[in-house]
């Protein structure tokens, strides 16, 4: 998740009203962000990607005004009416289709304002903009060029430019295969032929989105007016950032003017309207318990909302920035958040239910009662370790996207895992025997199923099959049920020294000595004795035996 | 004075015997138990012991041989006046004639005339001392029977010819302090005291007439372990009696699940970072899982503009495709909207404890493989209060007193919140939680609200049993498993 870094000072010149760094520290994560550190006077604050509106100093700043009852309601900033137009060309259609854009007037380019604009530029490329794939934005020196501006399609070789931070003129080609800015975004132009690009009235080049601004526009501290500009693929994406970032430089005292875009339609741009959400009282008060209905609209406009009221409705209108409204429930989170997490009585459900659970109780005491010491271990594994070592040949689920060699498959039996316990334990004193239950993952008519089984081993200087045979067979006694074996082919067990543990006419699972060049392969150097039993099939069994009891 | 044992009482008697120093080899007792005895003794201060090394020697084959034939040189000069060295080796063999003419002629015995051939010419002495033992063979004759009072010249020699190989030996001495000295001037009295216990004297009824000796109750017992429950299983089991108590019941679900109903049926947006093949273990095998289209249109539409949700949804084309692919649960919320799915009727209190997998790299905080703590509560009316309600008392009910929750964010749950327990000062953060978002419960019949909780267990077992590296979880080292306390 995101993380900005904001500074405490540039906070409270924000916020227009000094508030302690303690009680900051101990609001903020109040209204939904995670403080991650505090380094001198440096906050670092994890914003969730629902929302984006705080992934700058300035938007923390708008939402702790709202919360801190500094301002009450919905922010409003003076927009004005559009004087430029930018042309969007039909060519760009299957590109990047859309754009949006505006112009902030009289905004003072501090150090903090150009280090949090680049900051919340990269934040928001990456959140909203998936990497820039959905959208991204580019901010230009307004009086560097003339308006119009056109946003259009170009064959890659028509046009040579300057791009940010370079000297010589490059071609779009050029800029592609040797600027770093191309080479790490050209994935997103390689299905198309055509690129493209935003110039102005004399056919100067603002910006190659999504991949470079030109040289000739880059903002510095001498830029009075700015000139963003948000192309995508999504358009809500590049609405939505666009008012976020535009509203970030009014707080900074710019002042916002929009921009006509003409394509196909008009639009334009940026659009501050709020956005209207009805929202039932009751809805409200069911699921918050709060039941009063002044203390939800003082809710609502501590988190920046305007409300009107109406019958048993509220009309909640919403800044344009935040973009994770889709429902009434998140109004309702709001109220909760505005209210006060810390506030709300503790209950408990109502409703009479049953408890039950899936125990093992009974098979845990059984083991411990044999002396045997639970293991726990990863499922991941993988094939050196499934079947190699351990000399088997499997059909496991193999996963497509592996962190590590190590971890491919998940298992299809537990022997191996616990076979490596005691390779890991080998400086440790023996005798060794340790379990563990469960899950395993096979294949069954090409569906992958699942399965829960107990696996023991031990290790000792003198132990073998007839041990093994022991404890099996103590294990299905205490769960009422006797041994019979047949002989079983395993690979990793010595030929003749396996049995298949079968429990009126089913097999359960199988138990033996393992091969000396198993215990070879995991680096041990003493006799192991294994058995692996389904305890489903364990459990049904005896529990099938007891109601039979239960009959007769 | 603590109790003596009759061993240590013997010790003690046989140092008064012998004016309170005696070799342990010397006493008529097991040489174990005699320092078994020694030792005890010591620790109660009443003998000291010292130890010095000493040497001792060992008769080679050559010294055997030495003892049973005679020194060679006597054998070769036995009833030989003059003879030729040459008829000398043919008889004896060329090397032992001529080491044995070297320590003859050393020791004149013997002379050497050279003319034509080499004749041997033994002289008077050599004629007197063939016939006498010689100090070699007193000294071999000695060493044989362990006495090592020996002159050093004649131990050199012996040396030099190889018939005999020097050894260090501790040799031990036990004396007696003053205090051991003051407690044997008392007296000590031997009673016939019983250590053991046995059968024969309980049946017999000696028992009646013995004394039982008194044991040091604070003496050294050797460590035994018994078997145990992995303390991740104990805290699982824990928590299962906590949920299963307040009437919830436990589901499981599988580890191979699809996109559709680990992601999108819980309303996660399909370009969502958390389903990227960065943080999500996707199958090759299998690749794919059938889901029913009409379900699968359904949930498109909730995520295309809201469907019948009164949502306006995530806005964005949905890949039905995607929603078929393999991979391994990122979460146990996919089982709980399953039987959700199943079970639409309310209520319901369900809960369950399962490993889930996330594309991590293994270090000190994190594991592919862990486990969550999973749970809902879904009943008519059921609110905010209830979630904060039931996950206090979860808590409160695992030992922790101080709790606090604040506002969080999960695609699926709105409100959502956070859970926190203080622990040594420190807030830590437990888990998440929030109320399933109506995107999320309406397409599957769900009417009431469900409140539903995912808790790390991990982070939680560390904490309480002071692990600073979760991979002590997994990779079982038995030492610390048999030394580890149960969690009570």
Redesign the interface.
């Known amino acids: 998740m995101p993380v900005i870094t904001v500074d405490y000072k540039d906070l409270i010149n924000l916020l227009g009203k000094h508030i302690d760094m303690s009680i900051l520290l101990d609001r903020l994560p109040m209204i939904g962000v995670s403080i991650e550190r505090v380094e001198n006077e440096e906050i670092s604050i994890e914003v969730f990607p629902n929302r984006p509106d705080m992934l700058s100093v300035e938007g923390v700043a708008r939402a702790l005004r709202n919360f801190l009852g500094i301002e009450e309601g919905l922010k409003i900033y003076p927009i004005s009416p559009p004087k430029i137009s930018l042309y969007v060309k039909d060519n760009i259609e299957k590109i990047r289709p859309y754009i949006g854009s505006a112009v902030i007037k009289n905004v003072k380019m501090t150090h903090e304002t150009i280090k949090s604009l680049m900051d919340c530029q990269e934040k928001l490329h990456f959140s909203i903009g998936k990497d820039r794939k959905k959208m991204a934005i580019g901010v230009h020196d307004f009086d560097k060029v003339e308006p119009p501006f056109y946003y259009k399609a170009v064959e890659p070789k028509e046009i040579k430019f300057v791009p940010l931070g370079k000297e010589e003129e490059m071609n779009l080609i050029e800029i592609l295969n040797k600027h770093e800015k191309g080479i790490a975004y050209r994935h997103l132009l390689e299905k198309y032929t055509e690129y493209p690009i935003i110039l102005d009235k004399n056919g100067n080049v603002l910006s190659f989105p999504p991949i470079i601004n030109g040289e000739l526009t880059a903002v510095n501290q001498y830029t009075k007016n700015i000139f963003i500009e948000v192309t995508g693929i999504d358009k809500n994406a590049v609405l939505s950032a666009l008012v976020i970032i535009s509203s970030f430089l009014a707080e900074r005292g710019g002042q916002i003017e929009q921009v006509e875009i003409i394509g196909k339609e008009k639009l334009i741009t940026p659009d501050f309207s709020p956005k209207i959400t009805e929202v039932e009282t009751d809805y409200i008060k069911k699921l918050l318990k709060i039941n009063n209905t002044e203390e939800i609209v003082k809710s609502l406009k501590r988190m920046g909302h305007n409300v009107e009221l109406f019958n048993d409705k509220l009309k909640v209108y919403s800044p344009a920035w935040r973009i994770d409204i889709l429902h009434p429930i998140d109004i309702v989170e709001d109220v909760a958040i505005g209210y006060g997490y810390e506030k709300f009585e503790e209950m408990l459900p109502i409703s009479m239910t049953f408890g039950s659970s899936f125990s093992f109780q009974k098979l845990h005491e059984t083991m411990i009662g044999l002396g045997f010491y639970e293991v726990i271990t990863l499922s991941l594994s993988n094939p050196d370790k499934e079947f190699k070592k351990f000399e088997m040949e499997g059909n496991p689920v193999e996963i497509k996207n592996p962190i590590s060699t190590e971890h491919s498959i998940v298992r299809q039996s537990l022997l191996p895992s616990l076979l490596e316990i005691l390779n890991k334990n080998r400086h440790n004193e023996l005798p060794q025997q340790i379990y563990e239950i469960g899950n395993i993952v096979y294949f069954d008519g090409g569906k992958a199923k699942q399965k829960i089984m107990i696996g023991g081993v031990k290790i000792d200087a003198k132990t073998g099959f007839t041990e093994c045979k022991s404890i099996v067979e103590a294990i299905l006694r205490n769960f009422g049920l006797q041994l019979n074996v047949k002989e079983c082919k395993h690979k990793a067990f010595i030929e003749g020294r396996c049995a298949a543990i079968i429990v009126d006419k089913n097999e359960i699972g199988y138990f033996g000595e393992l091969k000396p060049s198993v215990i070879c392969n995991f680096e041990l150097e003493y006799p192991v004795i294994a058995f692996e039993i389904d305890v489903n099939k364990l459990f049904s069994f005896s529990q099938q035996k007891q109601s039979n009891q239960q009959e007769q | 004075m603590e109790a003596l044992s009759p061993l240590e009482k013997k010790l003690l008697i046989e140092l008064q015997k012998n004016d309170g120093k005696i070799k342990p080899e010397k006493i008529d007792m097991e040489l174990v138990k005699v320092m078994n005895a020694a030792a005890w003794l010591q620790s109660k201060g009443l003998v000291k012991t010292s130890e010095n090394i000493i040497k001792e020697y060992e008769i080679t084959e050559e010294g055997e041989k030495f003892l049973k034939e005679g020194l060679p040189e006597k054998r070769i000069l036995k009833d030989v006046e003059k003879i030729e060295i040459e008829t000398l080796e043919k008889k004896f063999g060329k090397k032992d004639v001529s080491i044995s003419i070297g320590w003859a002629l050393r020791k004149g015995w013997c002379r050497i005339e050279k003319n034509e051939k080499n004749y041997l010419i033994i002289t008077e002495k050599g004629k007197e001392e063939i016939k006498k033992k010689q100090p070699e063979e007193e000294a071999l004759e000695k060493i044989a029977k362990k006495d090592f009072n020996i002159d050093e010249k004649i131990i050199k020699v012996l040396k030099r010819r190889e018939a005999i190989k020097e050894k260090e030996k501790v040799e031990r001495i036990i004396y007696l302090t003053d205090k051991g000295w003051e407690i044997v001037k008392k007296g000590i009295k031997i009673e016939e005291e019983i250590s053991q216990l046995t059968p024969e004297i309980i049946r017999s009824g000696k028992w009646k007439k013995v004394k039982f000796r008194k044991y040091d109750i604070k003496a050294f017992a050797p460590s035994i372990y018994?078997?145990?429950?992995?303390p991740?299983?104990q805290l699982i089991?824990k928590i299962?009696?906590i949920?299963?108590?307040?009437?919830?019941?436990?589901i499981?679900g599988?580890?191979?699940e699809s996109c559709f109903w680990n992601m999108d049926a819980l309303f996660i947006p399909q370009?969502h970072?958390a389903r990227d093949?960065q943080d999500t273990?996707?199958?090759?095998?299998?690749?794919k899982i059938d889901i029913d289209d009409e379900l699968i249109e359904k949930i498109a539409r909730v995520h295309e503009n809201?469907g019948m949700?009164?949502?306006?949804?995530?806005?964005?084309k949905f890949n039905k495709e995607e929603a078929k692919k393999?991979l391994?649960r990122t979460h146990t919320t996919v089982n709980t909207i399953r039987y959700l799915a199943n079970n639409p009727v309310?209520?319901?209190?369900v809960f369950s404890i399962e490993?889930v997998?996330r594309?991590?790299?293994?270090d000190s905080t994190h594991?592919?493989?862990f486990h969550q703590i999973e749970g809902i509560?879904y009943?008519?009316?059921?609110?905010?209060?209830?979630l904060?309600?039931?996950l206090?008392?979860f808590y409160t009910r695992m030992g922790f007193k101080k709790i606090?929750?604040?506002?969080?964010?999960f695609p699926y749950t709105?409100?959502?919140?956070?859970i926190e327990v203080e622990w040594q000062g420190k807030w830590i953060e437990l888990g998440g939680a929030g109320?399933f978002?109506?995107?999320v419960t309406i397409p599957f019949g769900i009417k009431e609200?469900v409140?539903a909780w995912g808790l790390g267990l991990e982070r939680m077992a560390m904490i309480l049993l002071g692990l600073n590296d979760i991979r002590m979880?997994?990779?079982?080292?038995?030492?610390w498993?048999?030394e580890l306390p149960l969690l009570i």
């Not at chain 2, 273990?281 to 690749?287: G, I, M, S, T």
């Not at chain 2, 594309?359 to 293994?362: P, T, V, Y």
């Open positions: 018994p078997g145990k429950l992995h991740l299983t089991e299962r009696r949920f299963s108590e307040m009437g919830f019941k436990e499981r599988s580890y191979v370009d970072p093949m273990f996707y199958c090759k095998k299998p690749d809201g949700t009164g949502s306006i949804g995530w806005r964005y393999a391994l309310p209520p319901a209190k490993r997998f594309r991590e790299n293994i594991l592919p493989e509560v009943e008519k009316d059921a609110n905010f209060c209830m904060k309600g039931i206090k008392e606090r929750f604040r506002p969080s964010y709105e409100p959502s919140l956070e109320i978002r109506p995107e609200p409140l979880l997994y990779f079982s080292d038995l030492k498993l048999r």
